[in-house]
């Protein structure tokens, strides 16, 4: 359906680059996007396609920060569809990514147009594993690694290790209830293993388990979801922008 490849990273990195974004989290939710749709293709039954496009968006999902934390997907889509970083990047592809981007956070909003142009079936799976990969590296540090997943009668269950899910468990619920309105299944997030308990399970991560990946520092806690919701009417004026400022990103290039 989508023409995204593999061979478009180079142009993605390259965008996150320029706008210096925050290389470990960025690396981190696409490695437990990556994670979730492998594991879940029974599920979702998409291809290497989506695949590409959903770690192309993970990589990007933050790019906006630099503009505002507190709008910062909306931003990030824009950036994601005008900056001429992309302009080789395929047009429905390119659009594809920047409603991932946006959606990554706050309410879901598709209209019937776009689902009907992109996938009434593509768009949602992807959002929603999205936002699970999101939440998992809340405090940008790089550290979760994702288990097991198993889907048992209407309950999916991620096993995850290297993250205090007690923290932020509110902030995980909202994430994971749009993952359940899409597949219809109830999400149970944990550190317990059917093996070994949860506490017994976390003393027994190892060096590889919690180290960042490519050696990177673990990042600050940011404030990108703590920063509070903001009304519909701040989402709307921040989203007729046109375009953002840009002079707080210290672009290069």
């Known amino acids: 359906m989508f023409a995204g490849n593999a061979d478009h990273i180079e142009m993605v990195l390259a965008l996150g680059n320029k706008y210096r974004y925050d290389q470990l989290h960025a690396k981190t939710v696409e490695r437990l996007c990556v994670a979730?749709?492998?594991?879940?293709?029974?599920?979702?039954?998409?291809?290497d396609r989506e695949l590409n496009l959903l770690r192309h968006?993970?990589?990007l999902h933050d790019l906006g920060a630099c503009i505002s934390i507190r709008k910062h997907h909306i931003h990030s889509a824009y950036l994601v569809m005008h900056d001429e970083t992309l302009d080789s990047y395929p047009g429905k592809d390119r659009e594809v990514v920047a409603l991932l981007v946006r959606s990554h956070r706050k309410k879901v909003k598709l209209d019937?147009?776009?689902?009907?142009?992109?996938?009434?079936?593509?768009?949602?799976?992807?959002?929603?594993?999205l936002r699970i990969a999101d939440i998992l590296d809340y405090f940008h540090r790089g550290s979760t690694v994702i288990k097991d997943i198993r889907v048992d009668g209407n309950t999916c269950t991620f096993v995850v290790w290297?993250?205090?899910?007690?923290?932020?468990?509110?902030?995980?619920n909202k994430k994971a209830s749009y993952f359940q309105e899409v597949f219809k299944l109830k999400v149970?997030?944990?550190?317990?293993?059917?093996?070994?308990?949860?506490?017994e399970a976390a003393s027994q991560?190892?060096?590889?388990?919690?180290?960042?990946?490519?050696?990177g520092e673990a990042a600050e806690e940011t404030a990108g979801e703590a920063a509070g919701d903001l009304g519909d009417g701040a989402e709307q004026a921040a989203a007729a922008l046109d375009p953002p400022s840009v002079d707080n990103c210290d672009a290069k290039g």
Request: glycine share 14%; aromatic share 2%.
């Open 36 to 47: 979730i749709f492998d594991r879940l293709g029974s599920l979702h039954g998409m291809g």
């Open 57 to 59: 968006a993970a990589l």
């Open 112 to 129: 019937p147009e776009e689902m009907s142009r992109y996938g009434r079936e593509v768009l949602p799976g992807l959002i929603a594993i």
């Open 162 to 172: 290297g993250i205090d899910l007690e923290a932020i468990r509110e902030k995980i």
């Open 188 to 199: 149970v997030i944990t550190n317990e293993s059917p093996e070994i308990g949860g506490e």
């Open 205 to 215: 991560l190892t060096e590889e388990d919690t180290a960042a990946p490519d050696g």
